[in-house]
Structure formats: C-alpha cells, structure tokens
T-cell receptor
C-alpha cells in the first residue's frame, strides 16, 4: 500500500511571497504519478500540477512548481508570488501507473495567503 | 475541459431515509468513477470504485449495503446512502477519468446533513 505524508497542517504566507509545501510518499512501485490538488473554500478539487515518475524534469505550471526527488520519495510544491486566491487546502496525491488508478491522498496542508 | 457534474450540491434528510447522489461526466465517457468521503478539514477517503456495467469495488471498512453504487452508463454513477443516520453526515465527492493516462476530474461535491 502507498502512504502519502504531508507534515505541515497549516502554513501562512504574505501576498507576493513564496511558500513551499512538503510531501513524502512511500511506495515500492517504479512507475507512478504524483499530483498536487487545491481545494479552496468552495471545496471544488482543482488539479494544480502533475508529475510522472519517469520524468526527471520537474513539472511547472505558471507560479506553481515542484521539486521531485525520486530517490528520496519527496514531492514538494512551491507557490511563487502568492496571491489571495491561492488560499486553500492543498493535497498531495499518489497514483500507480498500472492497475486501478486510485488516488492516495495526504492529509492536506491549509495555506493562508495574507494581504 | 472535461467536466464532472454532481447533484445535488447539498441535501438535508431525516434519519432513516435514503438519499441518492448523482455523478455525471458531461463531455466524456467514464468507464470508472470514484466516490470519496471528506470530513471537515480532513483528507478525502476513497469509499469505492464504480465500474460501468459491473459491481462497485468497495474499500475496506465501507458498508456495501449502506452505500449503494450504481454505474448504469458511461456517463452516470449514483451513490445511494440508505437508512441514513446523523453519522453519515459528510461531504461526498465523485471523480471520473476520460482515459488511461488522463487526470481525474472531480465533481463539486455534495454536502449531506442527516437530522
């Protein structure tokens, strides 16, 4: 079974600054996907970024980037130039490449962007 | 982009009654859908995998007879909470996938309150 650990329950960041969310995972799989999802107060789950384990290059989506360290089983998310609309709960998630396509979620990190 | 519609957004029902939640993929066919449950400020817990044309696969600890899942077509899965009790009050979210390597798309969730 896969486990996903997010060790930071809450984080606060000033608008326009940078915040990094940590995520580690445990798996014996060699091929898998990693995701960061955002859940704002509306509770709609929004895909922020996705990383294929076989790709060495870190994924980037505008102000969001990841630091994927496969050997260390680490997958952190960096939010640059934080905006008020980034206030949300962020979930790290793991999915095996083969099989049932189930997502295993971390406990989540609540990010609050201060004006 | 792919859209998953979930209905209703919120529902209040009396203890002992049943309530049905629908999850529809609006512009794609989804052979597999997933149902999650989320308590306030907690992570998403996978309840079951809904497979079109076959029985759902339930996660350990989820009561099959209480949470009935039907996936009658490639665009519709339903979750029926039978004989609801106050402890069933929660936020229920569905998700669906277009194809093997495509990301999951989430519905906007249903807040169930059992009085």
């Amino acid at each position: 079974a896969q486990t996903v650990t997010q060790s930071q329950p809450e984080m606060s960041v000033q608008e326009a600054e940078t915040v990094t969310l940590s995520c580690t995972y445990d798996t014996s799989e060699s091929n898998y996907y990693l995701f960061w999802y955002k859940q704002p107060p509306s509770r709609q789950m929004i895909l922020v970024i996705r990383q294929e384990a076989y790709k060495q290059q870190n994924a980037t989506e505008n102000r969001f980037s990841v630091n994927f360290q496969k050997a260390a089983k680490s997958f952190s998310l960096k939010i640059s130039d934080s905006q008020l609309g980034d206030t949300a709960m962020y979930f790290c998630a793991f999915m095996k490449e083969d099989g049932d396509y189930k997502l295993s979620f971390g406990a989540g990190t609540t990010v609050t962007v201060r004006a | 982009g792919a859209v998953v519609s979930q209905h209703p957004s919120w529902v209040i029902c009396k203890s002992g009654t049943s309530v049905k939640i629908e999850c529809r993929s609006l512009d794609f066919q989804a052979t597999t859908m997933f149902w999650y449950r989320q308590f306030p400020k907690q992570s998403l817990m996978l309840m079951a995998t809904s497979n079109e044309g076959s029985k759902a696969t339930y996660e350990q600890g989820v009561e099959k007879d209480k949470f009935l899942i039907n996936h009658a077509s490639l665009t519709l899965s339903t979750l029926t909470v039978t004989s609801a009790h106050p402890e069933d009050s929660s936020f229920y979210i569905c998700s669906a996938r277009e194809g093997r390597r495509s990301p999951l798309h989430f519905g906007n969730g249903t807040r169930l309150t059992v009085t």
